[in-house]
């Protein structure tokens, strides 16, 4: 039980290896050796949440070197959260992507399983560490795995898609390494702990600023912030269903979650807020990213690409609410992370269950959707309400946070951001709740005087899983309180 934050990470690595070794000689197999490393993951991380809830933040010291000098994890009731978030999605994921892995990248199985697991790896890795240049060489194993996935998704745009997203994500890793160097150079130490005690005496100084600059530039970067999103909607529009899947709800939180770390961890409210009052600037910032990516999202054809600039808009959310200054806004900023992936697997489940029968998602081949595949729009149709904010789905709830935090600062433009992008996200889904239920298609499903619609669901695997994870929007609604006072509110106190 001692081992658990080890077990975090260090299953999907070992399993990582055994598949690669599988693939080569019984790549069937494979994909069992894989679930089974992100189980174990998922287990271990809620028992880790469980433990941290009943006793407080652990320190698990790895190699028996002690920090600062040794490398740590360090897990509060933040990155615990996170930890069963991610571990959790990917479980699932790899449960509902099963048939559509086989029918995609059928020649790669093997291949793909060893580089899922490893992306897991990175993921779970940023999340746990206590360790500045660790979430650096974590953050750059995600990033690698996640050029290579999107390299094996469209034959035509996927190996482009990737090469852009490798020319940004040098750059974001190039800016938040040397970040990292100016701290070192200050400090003499890496431990975030240790850090933030050692810059208390000198928020002054030039090189602590230069280093807190570059350290969220590259995180803005990898997260996709605007004017930095350009790498985002190719990379997860083209990339395989079962990666864009876990990519699109994961990626760009775990990044938040990395934002929020520094800021509350690293650097400190008081540098922050009181020393820099760079808090202003930067929710104007996250108020043209929500507007930017709203608009962008009504001039997509491509439901898949529609919901990469709807992502976008997310960003704005999260970042804005955690640059407020205020306990109220960082409460929705985190919320929505967990909020926000939710209801983003959720979609990309049912856009997954509709390429595994249509093939292609743009607007117009979705015509009669309702009539061949009513389970998955249904889930699609909840997910959809989630992002929009209706309650008493949990896109409400962080939402409204949010709105207090913006209300309690004075920030009404951010308000009327939120508002607005809420109102075009209810126009683009609407727009395709109309075209999938009102009117007819080509695909052997529109009513005729031959009878009723033809139903071509998903797999059972498919549809039962993005059918849970739609309810859960609800069930996550309904318990948002409970994880504010359980969780948000004691780790921001």
Request: net charge neutral; charged share 10%.
């Amino acid at each position: 039980m001692e081992n658990y934050p080890a077990l975090i990470v260090v299953a999907p690595l070992v399993t990582a290896l055994f598949a690669g070794f599988f693939a080569w000689v019984e790549e069937r197999l494979s994909y069992p050796v894989a679930l089974a490393g992100l189980f174990i993951s998922s287990f271990s991380a809620v028992q880790v949440l469980i433990r941290v809830m009943e006793s407080g933040p652990i320190q698990y010291k790895l190699g028996g070197w002690s920090p600062p000098i040794g490398i740590e994890y360090r897990i509060d009731l933040l990155n615990a959260m996170v930890l069963c978030l991610v571990s959790g999605v990917a479980f699932l994921n790899l449960i509902a992507s099963y048939r559509s892995t086989q029918k995609e990248i059928s020649d790669r199985t093997g291949a793909y399983y060893t580089i899922y697991n490893l992306f897991l790896t990175g993921l779970l890795g940023v999340t746990i560490t206590g360790d500045l240049f660790n979430l650096y060489v974590l953050i750059e194993i995600t990033s690698l795995t996640s050029y290579a996935q999107v390299a094996m998704g469209d034959k035509d745009r996927g190996a482009l898609a990737s090469l852009n997203y490798v020319f940004i994500g040098v750059i974001g890793a190039s800016f938040y390494l040397l970040g990292v160097g100016y701290l070192y150079m200050y400090t003499g130490s890496l431990n975030m702990a240790d850090v933030a005690v050692l810059i208390k005496g000198g928020q002054g100084s030039s090189t602590v600023l230069t280093a807190f600059i570059l350290c969220i530039l590259g995180i803005w970067i990898k997260m996709a912030l605007f004017p930095f999103h350009v790498w985002l909607p190719n990379a997860y529009s083209y990339s395989p269903t079962a990666f864009s899947r876990v990519v699109a709800p994961l990626m760009t939180k775990v990044m938040v979650y990395v934002m929020i770390r520094l800021m509350v961890t690293v650097f400190g409210y008081d540098y922050i807020f009181n020393t820099l009052h760079l808090a202003d600037a930067v929710v104007w910032l996250a108020v043209i990213a929500i507007l930017a990516g709203g608009v962008m999202a009504l001039a997509q054809k491509n439901l898949k690409k529609m919901l990469t600039y709807i992502i976008v808009c997310e960003i704005g959310y999260m970042v804005g609410g955690a640059w407020m200054g205020n306990q109220l806004g960082m409460t929705g900023a985190i919320l929505h992370i967990l909020n926000d992936a939710l209801m983003t697997f959720a979609l990309f489940l049912a856009v997954g269950n509709m390429v595994y029968r249509i093939e292609k998602v743009d607007i117009t081949d979705l015509k009669g959707l309702f009539g061949k595949m009513p389970w998955t729009m249904g889930g699609f149709v909840l997910a959809a309400l989630s992002i929009i904010g209706v309650p008493p789905t949990c896109g409400f709830f962080s939402k409204w946070y949010l709105i207090l935090g913006a209300m309690e600062k004075g920030a009404y433009h951010f308000v009327a951001a939120l508002v607005i992008s809420s109102l075009i996200c209810a126009v683009l889904f609407f727009k395709v709740f109309e075209i999938c239920f009102f009117e007819s298609g080509s695909h052997g499903h529109e009513h005729s005087s031959h009878g009723p619609a033809v139903i071509e669901e998903a797999p059972v695997s498919m549809l039962v899983i993005s059918g849970l994870v739609s309810l859960s929007l609800i069930v996550a609604g309904c318990y948002s309180g409970t994880i504010v006072d359980t969780i948000i509110l004691p780790f921001l106190k």
